[in-house]
């Protein structure tokens, strides 16, 4: 990416009172995210969603000054970046729309090679029970190389990045702060490893503290980037359980270890099982035919049928995006292929009574 397109990206990261769906909004709307600043004000203003208070911290000059500091900062010290409208990001997130429209990124991370990722979190204050578990269930996944995701505090998350690297599997940690920060201190120790086998992400700038709320932004990530998000112990109320709401409304399948009734750090995952909120975990053989991971190995690439009907251009962008990538959520598809919500809407229900797609849960929608 260019600087000066980088720059329009971090200005527009920067902006208070634009939030990750409003910037994509504005970009498929502009059509181009350096436009966003090029256009009059009186334009923007009219966009739904952005007022007079979200107009005026958009183009606040100190933003700018902001955005070309971090630049630098990224430039000097070789930070890796993915954008959301680019092929290098994480997949399972572009089906998010509330994922970020820029994540920083360190280490061997590779999204491209592997589709198996799986979130791990839970409790900071870990059983021996809990251990136990974590550290067999990643031993006995080892043979579908799948890549582990937790968030590097204490307990689970650090459990869970260990035994990733202890089994060869590449695993990711998802920051609460930015690059030039580590939290908690004590694992700095473990930084080299987790970069030498995957590595770290963070949506935070370089200086960016970590703040309470920045862990229960980190945790939509942790939740996006996988196919299924494991809760291993959780209290009643906890980080844990709020990553698992998170997952659940991206419709992504949750697993809950059981414990027993009186153990405190066993009632959130009895709840989550108990409410049929998570599937119930014993062992690996759960989430791998859950996942249909047996079938992997059989799976061969799906030839494109021909169709029998006539597809207008719009339809034929549609189409082919669904071919490509698989289900994606109504405003992904808006985004992709550049058509406004109150057009795309009635474009796919053409599709559908044409027999091409057909919509699912949650406003995804894919190929027939």
Request: charged share 25%; proline share 3%.
């Amino acid at each position: 990416m260019k600087d000066e397109k980088l720059l329009a990206v971090l200005r527009l990261q920067k902006s208070k009172a634009i939030g990750d769906i409003l910037s994509k909004k504005l970009i498929a709307t502009t059509g181009d995210v350096e436009k966003i600043f090029a256009e009059k004000p009186s334009t923007l203003e009219k966009i739904n969603g952005i007022g007079t208070h979200a107009l005026k911290h958009l183009l606040d000059k100190k933003n700018l000054i902001a955005a070309e500091n971090e630049l630098k900062y990224l430039r000097d010290n070789n930070i890796a970046y993915t954008y959301f409208l680019e092929d290098d990001y994480p997949k399972n997130l572009t089906n998010c729309i509330d994922s970020p429209i820029l994540i920083f990124k360190d280490g061997n991370i590779d999204f491209s090679n592997n589709s198996k990722f799986i979130s791990i979190v839970g409790t900071r204050n870990m059983s021996s029970y809990g251990s136990q578990f974590c550290n067999q269930i990643i031993k006995d996944l080892k043979e579908y190389n799948p890549v582990i995701v937790s968030g590097f505090a204490y307990g689970v998350d650090i459990c869970a990045h260990k035994a990733a690297i202890d089994n060869d599997l590449q695993t990711i940690a998802v920051l609460a702060h930015g690059f030039e920060q580590i939290y908690p201190k004590v694992h700095k120790k473990y930084i080299h490893q987790v970069n030498e086998k995957g590595g770290f992400l963070t949506e935070f700038w370089s200086e960016e503290q970590p703040l309470r709320e920045n862990f229960l932004r980190r945790n939509r990530i942790v939740a996006g980037i996988s196919k299924a998000t494991i809760i291993i112990e959780s209290a009643e109320k906890g980080g844990s359980l709020v990553t698992a709401d998170i997952a659940n409304s991206y419709n992504r399948d949750i697993f809950a270890l059981s414990g027993r009734a009186t153990d405190v750090y066993s009632k959130g995952c009895n709840s989550l099982i108990k409410n049929n909120k998570a599937n119930l975990l014993t062992s690996a053989e759960d989430i791998v035919k859950m996942l249909n991971w047996d079938l992997s190995s059989t799976e061969t690439k799906p030839i494109q049928k021909q169709l029998f009907v006539d597809l207008n251009e719009n339809e034929q962008k549609i189409y082919d995006l669904l071919f490509e990538k698989g289900q994606q959520l109504l405003d992904v598809i808006a985004l992709e292929c550049n058509i406004p919500i109150f057009q795309l809407s009635s474009i796919l229900l053409q599709m559908e009574l044409k027999g091409v797609l057909r919509p699912l849960p949650g406003k995804m929608f894919e190929i027939i």
